[in-house]
C-alpha cells in the first residue's frame, strides 16, 4: 500500500470519527487543530486505525502518535512487517 | 542524603561527576558506568541501607522477566505462555508494593470494619519503592508488546536507579532514558549542559529551601490547630500547603533536572506552571506531568480498551478509575483516595463542559479550577478526614478576625461578627505569611517557569551571577535540611 494510499483511508477515519466531512488533515494536524482530538477520541482513531489496516499499536506508542504523519508512519511500518 | 544538603551539594555531587568523567576520559566506559551504579546505590543506602537489597532484587527479576519476554518464541514448548509471563511480573511488582505501603492500611480498615484485633507491621516504606515500580512495570509491559530490544543490563541497572530520578522522578520511562545512557556522545563533559545543570539546580534549592520551607511551617501548625483557626488563618494554611506543594516538589524536579543534565542526561519535564491552569484536564496536563503520561498510558488506556465498543460514558468511567488509583498510588490513606476521587469526578465534569463547548471567562476559568486544587489538597495534607473537615469549616464558617490596626477605618463591621487582634496566632504570628502568598501569587502566575528559564539560558556574566545569587541565598538558608513531601511516596 502506498503512503497515498494510508494518508486516504486514515483521512476517511479522522472524517468519521470527527463527525466532520469537510475535514482536511495534513501530516502536522495534531491535537492542538481539532478542538475535539481529546484522549478519548484518541483511542478511537488509534481503534479505527488498527481495524483498518489490520495492524496492531502497542501501549508504549499511543503517546509518540501525536501527529497525523507520526500514525501514518508508524502504520506504514508495521504493514510492512 | 538530600539534594538540599551540604553532603549533596559539596560533597557527593561533585565527586561522583569528578570522577565519572575521569572514567569516560580514559574510554574506561563500562567502569563509568559502574561507578554511576555505585554512586546511586550509596545515595540511596544513605538513608537506610536495610532496603538496599529489596531495589536490587527489584532490578535483577524485572530484567530477567523481561529478557524472557524479549526472547519468548511462541512455537516452542513453554510451559508458560507469554501472557501468563507477564502477569505474573506484574502481580509480583504490584504485590511488593501493597505488602510495604498499603497492607497496615488493609489491616486497620479490616480491624474497623470487623472489630478484629489483627496487629499493624509498622513496616518502613522502602523510599522510592512507588517510583521503581512504576517505571519497570511500564519496562515489563513494553517488553512484552515488542517495543524493548535487548538491552544492557547495566544501562537498565542505571535507568532504574539513577540518583537523580531515583527517589522522587520524574517518572522516567525506558525508552527515552536508555538510548541516552548507551549513546557515546553523552561520554564528553559539555558546559553548556553544566552551566543549563547548574542554573536550573540553583532554581530548584531556591525554591525548596527559600519558598517551600518557609510555606511549611505555616501549613504544618494551620493544620495541627486545625480546629481553632480563624477565617483568614484557614485560608494561609489551605493556601501555605498548596504553595508548599508546588514550590516543594517542582524544586526538587528542578533539582533532579540540573543534577542530570550534568551528566548530559536529560530528565522529562514534570511541572509546566500548573498554577495557571483554566480547567483540570489542563491543570493535569501541567502537574506531575509524567505521571499524567504514565497513568494515561498504563491504566487509563488499557481500562477503556478492555470495553468493546468505546463510548464517552465509559471514557469517563476509565478516567475516574484512573484518578481513583493514581490517588491511591499516592499513600496508603482515605484522604488520598477521596483526594484522588475528586479529581477524577472534576475530570469527568470538566470534559462533559467540553464535549457541549461550553466557553468560560478566561479569569473565572482560572479561579474556579486554582480553589479546587487549593481544597482538595486540604485533604492531600490532612492526616485525617476530620482534620481536613475542621480546616475546610474553618475556611467558610471561621471567626472574621482583622487587624488591629484596622480598628478605626472598619469599626462599623463590628455589628457583623468582624473582630480586630492579632490575625495569623495560630500559623505563626507572623504577618510575614501574607506578604508571602501575595509573593507566591505572582510567582506562579506572572513568571516563566523554571523550564522555560532553562531553555533560553545562555551563560554569560549576568546568567552567572544570577546563578550565583540564588545559590547563596540558598545555601546561606540551608539548615534545617527538611526532607521534600514526595519522599513519602
Given at each position: 500500500?502506498?503512503?497515498?494510499?494510508?494518508?486516504?483511508?486514515?483521512?476517511?477515519?479522522?472524517?468519521?470519527?470527527?463527525?466532520?466531512?469537510?475535514?482536511?488533515?495534513?501530516?502536522?494536524?495534531?491535537?492542538?487543530?481539532?478542538?475535539?482530538?481529546?484522549?478519548?477520541?484518541?483511542?478511537?482513531?488509534?481503534?479505527?486505525?488498527?481495524?483498518?489496516?489490520?495492524v496492531k499499536f502497542a501501549l508504549g506508542e499511543l503517546e509518540s502518535l501525536k501527529d497525523v504523519g507520526a500514525m501514518i508512519d508508524l502504520t506504514i511500518?508495521?504493514?510492512?512487517? | 542524603?538530600?539534594?538540599?544538603?551540604?553532603?549533596?551539594?559539596?560533597?557527593?555531587?561533585?565527586?561522583?561527576?569528578?570522577?565519572?568523567?575521569?572514567?569516560?576520559?580514559?574510554?574506561?566506559?563500562?567502569?563509568?558506568?559502574?561507578?554511576?551504579?555505585?554512586?546511586?546505590?550509596?545515595?540511596?543506602?544513605?538513608?537506610?541501607?536495610?532496603?538496599?537489597?529489596?531495589?536490587?532484587?527489584?532490578?535483577?527479576?524485572?530484567?530477567?522477566?523481561?529478557?524472557?519476554?524479549?526472547?519468548?518464541?511462541?512455537?516452542?514448548?513453554?510451559?508458560?505462555?507469554?501472557?501468563?509471563?507477564?502477569?505474573?511480573?506484574?502481580?509480583?511488582?504490584?504485590?511488593?508494593?501493597?505488602?510495604?505501603?498499603?497492607?497496615?492500611?488493609?489491616?486497620?480498615?479490616?480491624?474497623?470494619?470487623?472489630?478484629?484485633?489483627?496487629?499493624?507491621?509498622?513496616?518502613?516504606?522502602?523510599?522510592?519503592?512507588?517510583?521503581?515500580?512504576?517505571?519497570?512495570?511500564?519496562?515489563?509491559?513494553?517488553?512484552?508488546?515488542?517495543?524493548?530490544?535487548?538491552?544492557?543490563?547495566?544501562?537498565?541497572?542505571?535507568?532504574?536507579?539513577?540518583?537523580?530520578?531515583?527517589?522522587?522522578?520524574?517518572?522516567?520511562?525506558?525508552?527515552?532514558?536508555?538510548?541516552?545512557?548507551?549513546?557515546?556522545?553523552?561520554?564528553?563533559?559539555?558546559?553548556?549542559?553544566?552551566?543549563?545543570?547548574?542554573?536550573?539546580?540553583?532554581?530548584?534549592?531556591?525554591?525548596?529551601?527559600?519558598?517551600?520551607?518557609?510555606?511549611?511551617?505555616?501549613?504544618?501548625?494551620?493544620?495541627?490547630?486545625?480546629?481553632?483557626?480563624?477565617?483568614?488563618?484557614?485560608?494561609?494554611?489551605?493556601?501555605?500547603?498548596?504553595?508548599?506543594?508546588?514550590?516543594?516538589?517542582?524544586?526538587?524536579?528542578?533539582?533532579?533536572?540540573?543534577?542530570?543534565?550534568?551528566?548530559?542526561?536529560?530528565?522529562?519535564?514534570?511541572?509546566?506552571?500548573?498554577?495557571?491552569?483554566?480547567?483540570?484536564?489542563?491543570?493535569?496536563?501541567?502537574?506531575?506531568?509524567?505521571?499524567?503520561?504514565?497513568?494515561?498510558?498504563?491504566?487509563?488506556?488499557?481500562?477503556?480498551?478492555?470495553?468493546?465498543?468505546?463510548?464517552?460514558?465509559?471514557?469517563?468511567?476509565?478516567?475516574?478509575?484512573?484518578?481513583?488509583?493514581?490517588?491511591?498510588?499516592?499513600?496508603?490513606?482515605?484522604?488520598?483516595?477521596?483526594?484522588?476521587?475528586?479529581?477524577?469526578?472534576?475530570?469527568?465534569?470538566?470534559?462533559?463542559?467540553?464535549?457541549?463547548?461550553?466557553?468560560?471567562?478566561?479569569?473565572?476559568?482560572?479561579?474556579?479550577?486554582?480553589?479546587?486544587?487549593?481544597?482538595?489538597?486540604?485533604?492531600?495534607?490532612?492526616?485525617?478526614?476530620?482534620?481536613?473537615?475542621?480546616?475546610?469549616?474553618?475556611?467558610?464558617?471561621?471567626?472574621?478576625?482583622?487587624?488591629?490596626?484596622?480598628?478605626?477605618?472598619?469599626?462599623?463591621?463590628?455589628?457583623?461578627?468582624?473582630?480586630?487582634?492579632?490575625?495569623?496566632?495560630?500559623?505563626?504570628?507572623?504577618?510575614?505569611?501574607?506578604?508571602?502568598?501575595?509573593?507566591?501569587?505572582?510567582?506562579?502566575?506572572?513568571?516563566?517557569?523554571?523550564?522555560?528559564?532553562?531553555?533560553?539560558?545562555?551563560?554569560?556574566?549576568?546568567?552567572?551571577?544570577?546563578?550565583?545569587?540564588?545559590?547563596?541565598?540558598?545555601?546561606?538558608?540551608?539548615?534545617?535540611?527538611?526532607?521534600?513531601?514526595?519522599?513519602?511516596?
Amino acid at each position: 500500500m502506498t503512503r497515498e494510499e494510508v494518508f486516504t483511508k486514515t483521512h476517511n477515519i479522522f472524517k468519521d470519527i470527527f463527525d466532520d466531512d469537510s475535514l482536511n488533515i495534513t501530516d502536522s494536524t495534531n491535537a492542538d487543530d481539532i478542538d475535539t482530538w481529546d484522549s478519548l477520541n484518541h483511542i478511537n482513531l488509534v481503534n479505527s486505525v488498527e481495524k483498518e489496516f489490520g495492524v496492531k499499536f502497542a501501549l508504549g506508542e499511543l503517546e509518540s502518535l501525536k501527529d497525523v504523519g507520526a500514525m501514518i508512519d508508524l502504520t506504514i511500518k508495521k504493514l510492512s512487517k | 542524603m538530600l539534594f538540599n544538603s551540604y553532603e549533596f551539594i559539596f560533597l557527593f555531587l561533585p565527586i561522583s561527576f569528578i570522577i565519572y568523567f575521569y572514567l569516560t576520559s580514559k574510554r574506561l566506559i563500562t567502569a563509568s558506568k559502574g561507578w554511576l551504579i555505585f554512586s546511586s546505590l550509596f545515595f540511596y543506602s544513605w538513608w537506610n541501607i536495610a532496603y538496599l537489597p529489596l531495589i536490587l532484587i527489584s532490578i535483577l527479576f524485572n530484567y530477567s522477566l523481561s529478557k524472557s519476554l524479549i526472547e519468548f518464541k511462541e512455537h516452542n514448548k513453554n510451559y508458560i505462555s507469554k501472557k501468563r509471563l507477564l502477569q505474573v511480573g506484574l502481580i509480583l511488582n504490584i504485590s511488593l508494593l501493597i505488602y510495604f505501603k498499603y497492607m497496615d492500611f488493609f489491616i486497620s480498615n479490616t480491624n474497623f470494619v470487623f472489630n478484629s484485633e489483627i496487629s499493624l507491621l509498622h513496616l518502613a516504606l522502602p523510599l522510592a519503592i512507588s517510583f521503581f515500580t512504576l517505571q519497570q512495570i511500564a519496562f515489563l509491559i513494553d517488553s512484552y508488546e515488542g517495543l524493548v530490544e535487548e538491552k544492557n543490563f547495566l544501562d537498565y541497572t542505571i535507568f532504574v536507579i539513577f540518583f537523580p530520578q531515583l527517589i522522587a522522578g520524574p517518572i522516567v520511562h525506558h525508552a527515552e532514558m536508555m538510548p541516552q545512557f548507551s549513546s557515546r556522545w553523552n561520554l564528553v563533559k559539555n558546559y553548556k549542559n553544566i552551566s543549563a545543570g547548574l542554573f536550573i539546580f540553583s532554581i530548584g534549592l531556591f525554591k525548596k529551601v527559600v519558598i517551600a520551607d518557609a510555606f511549611a511551617q505555616w501549613a504544618n501548625l494551620g493544620f495541627t490547630n486545625s480546629a481553632t483557626l480563624n477565617l483568614l488563618e484557614a485560608w494561609a494554611a489551605s493556601l501555605s500547603y498548596t504553595f508548599q506543594m508546588y514550590f516543594d516538589f517542582s524544586g526538587y524536579t528542578d533539582m533532579a533536572i540540573g543534577a542530570a543534565l550534568l551528566f548530559n542526561i536529560k530528565l522529562p519535564q514534570n511541572f509546566n506552571s500548573p498554577y495557571k491552569a483554566t480547567g483540570i484536564i489542563d491543570f493535569w496536563q501541567r502537574w506531575h506531568i509524567t505521571l499524567t503520561v504514565f497513568i494515561k498510558t498504563y491504566v487509563y488506556t488499557p481500562i477503556l480498551r478492555s470495553f468493546s465498543r468505546i463510548t464517552f460514558t465509559k471514557a469517563m468511567f476509565a478516567t475516574f478509575a484512573a484518578m481513583f488509583i493514581s490517588g491511591l498510588w499516592h499513600g496508603a490513606g482515605w484522604n488520598y483516595i477521596v483526594w484522588g476521587s475528586l479529581h477524577g469526578v472534576a475530570l469527568v465534569i470538566n470534559h462533559h463542559w467540553q464535549k457541549r463547548k461550553i466557553k468560560m471567562n478566561k479569569i473565572l476559568a482560572w479561579f474556579i479550577t486554582f480553589n479546587f486544587v487549593n481544597v482538595t489538597l486540604i485533604f492531600f495534607k490532612a492526616s485525617t478526614l476530620s482534620q481536613a473537615m475542621e480546616v475546610l469549616n474553618n475556611m467558610i464558617t471561621g471567626n472574621i478576625v482583622l487587624y488591629h490596626s484596622l480598628d478605626s477605618v472598619l469599626s462599623f463591621l463590628t455589628p457583623f461578627g468582624v473582630h480586630f487582634g492579632t490575625v495569623f496566632t495560630h500559623i505563626g504570628e507572623k504577618p510575614k505569611t501574607l506578604v508571602y502568598i501575595i509573593i507566591a501569587f505572582i510567582i506562579i502566575l506572572a513568571f516563566k517557569n523554571s523550564n522555560e528559564l532553562t531553555e533560553k539560558f545562555k551563560a554569560s556574566k549576568y546568567s552567572l551571577a544570577y546563578i550565583f545569587t540564588l545559590f547563596i541565598v540558598a545555601i546561606s538558608m540551608l539548615s534545617n535540611f527538611s526532607e521534600f513531601l514526595y519522599f513519602n511516596f
